[in-house]
């Protein structure tokens, strides 16, 4: 298993490596993130991991923040000093709230759980993608957003990007300054509602429509800045992680 350890002092480090041991993932593959390195813009894909440890505390309770901003889908095993920040772990993915100090077998309890969920999980697909090899999948042609008390339908063709901004989620309309707010994350979007050979996500808050794609520019650090058919007064930029992945997705 892919673990990673967030904000874990080295005490709540060797308490998991050690109970994990005991598992029948004694091999598991671990990345430890400080606080500060989490809240960065250059932390890992998420999703590349099976379960997140997550240490908080009065000093750095942040991490709820980045968790909310990214839309972390990974099971999270929180640990903590006192139960205070217990309520706030419930709003994520949170499998356990574990109170320190503790033992390896508390950890491996806990870890159970992870175990069973993501037994349940793969059965779940597995059913699940029997249906869908005899459904072919469809995306969304149109979007219906609200302006003042009317609503109005944004044909999916006619839409230059989606993008995310203090936790809001909008769509830019093709060549207007127009904007409008959507109940859907970008996960759902990315994940559900787009067709991937027409819409790609370049970073965490963005993703485009290729047919709005004016220019490519190369850009500091690796990465690439892009020109779209639309008055979007920010810089829209592709990850650096993600460049390769994008020109691919390019000269499909």
């Known amino acids: 298993m892919n673990i990673l350890l967030v904000g874990c002092d080295s005490v709540s480090q060797n308490l998991v490596r050690n109970a994990l041991r005991l598992t029948e993932f004694p091999n598991s593959c671990f990345l430890a993130l400080s606080p500060l390195q989490f809240l960065e813009d250059s932390s890992p894909n998420f999703d590349q991991f099976d379960l997140i440890f997550c240490q908080v ?92 008390k009317k609503y109005v339908f944004i044909p999916t063709q006619e839409i230059a990007f989606f993008f995310t901004e203090d936790g809001i989620t909008y769509l830019m309309e093709n060549g207007s300054s127009n904007k409008y707010i959507l109940n859907h994350s970008l996960n759902e979007l990315e994940n559900d509602l787009l067709d991937p050979f027409h819409f790609y996500r370049i970073n965490r808050s963005m993703i485009i429509n290729l047919e709005s794609l004016i220019e490519i520019k190369p850009y500091v650090n690796g990465r690439l800045a892009l020109s779209m058919n639309s008055k979007f007064e920010e810089m829209v930029v592709v990850a650096r992680e993600r460049v390769t992945e994008f020109k691919n997705w390019i000269n499909q």
Not at 57 to 83: C, G, M, N, Q, W
Not at 99 to 124: C, D, G, H, Y
Request: hydrophobic residues 40%; proline residues 4%; contains cysteine.
């Open 57 to 148: 505390s009065d000093s750095e309770p942040f991490v709820f923040d980045v968790l909310k901003r990214d839309s972390i889908a990974t099971p999270i095993i929180f640990l903590a000093h006192s139960t205070e920040y217990a309520y706030q772990a419930t709003q994520f993915f949170c499998l356990d709230f574990i109170v320190l100090p503790a033992n390896e077998n508390r950890i491996i309890q806990a870890f159970e759980k992870t175990r069973k969920i993501n037994s349940m999980l793969a059965s779940k697909f597995r059913k699940e993608n029997r249906w869908n090899e005899e459904k072919p999948k469809s995306f969304r042609k149109r979007f219906l957003t609200k302006i003042g």
